[in-house]
Antibody, heavy 119, light 110 residues
């Protein structure tokens, strides 16, 4: 099982960023993909989930309206887009595989994507 | 301010047993399962304990988890230098309708 994420990004405040997470080694549609971020020197923050088979993304209250999670089943890839970027969105963004949306049981993680927001 | 409360730091000497606490409420820890993650510097988190006290394959039995009421604990016995890392607890919160993490505990092996 592998989750391989796209490379680091540098964006200006107000722009958008889209991070990809390509899954391999398992049936993509059988598991949820969750997104978690970590600001420099800070702890982990859950952002939301998407179920590849049915979509139905759900983002945390803090991110609703600014985060969009999608997937392309044909290439086993999930995407997470953050719009209207602010400096405090600077963080490493991780995707993680979960068997459901509620347990917080993430058995495989991507390597992380550093997003830097700076003018 | 994290919804789940962990001590910011913990320490122990090789061979010692250390415990890390995670305090929550009726809407998260008391009503849902707790998971623990280990994060080594510069790497992605790794699942250490799931379902309160279950270890994924490959995780040494030196690591154990427990839960009682609105609190949970991670215990590490026979402490080793490679256990030096950040540790996070996580649980679903029914009121927030989202997953919440503790603020993390930095474990130092003296």
């Amino acid at each position: 099982v592998q989750l391989v994420q796209s490379g680091a990004e540098v964006k200006k405040p107000g722009a958008s960023v889209k991070v990809s997470c390509k899954a391999s080694g398992y049936t993509f549609t059988d598991y949820y993909i969750h997104w978690v971020r970590q600001a420099p020197g800070q702890g982990l923050e859950w952002m939301g989930w998407i179920k590849p088979h049915s979509g139905g993304p759900n983002s945390g209250q803090k991110f609703q309206g600014r985060v969009t999670m999608t997937r392309d089943m044909s290439i086993s890839t999930a995407y997470m887009e953050v719009s209207r970027l602010r400096s405090d969105d600077t963080a490493v963004y991780y995707c993680a595989r979960g068997s459901d949306f509620w347990s917080g049981h993430f058995d495989y993680w991507g390597q992380g994507t550093l997003v830097t927001v700076s003018s | 301010q994290s919804v789940l409360t962990q001590p910011p730091s913990a320490s122990g000497t090789p061979g010692q047993r250390v415990t890390i606490s995670c305090s929550g409420s009726s809407s998260n820890i008391e009503s849902n399962t707790v998971n623990w993650y280990q994060q080594l510097p510069g790497t992605a988190p790794k699942l250490l304990i799931y379902g309160n006290n279950q270890r994924p394959s490959g995780v040494p039995d030196r690591f154990s988890g427990s839960k009682s009421g609105t609190s949970a604990s991670l215990a590490i016995s026979g402490l080793q230098s490679e256990d030096e890392a950040d540790y996070y607890c996580a649980a679903w919160d029914d009121s927030l309708d989202g997953l919440v993490f503790g603020g993390g505990t930095k474990l130092t092996v003296l």
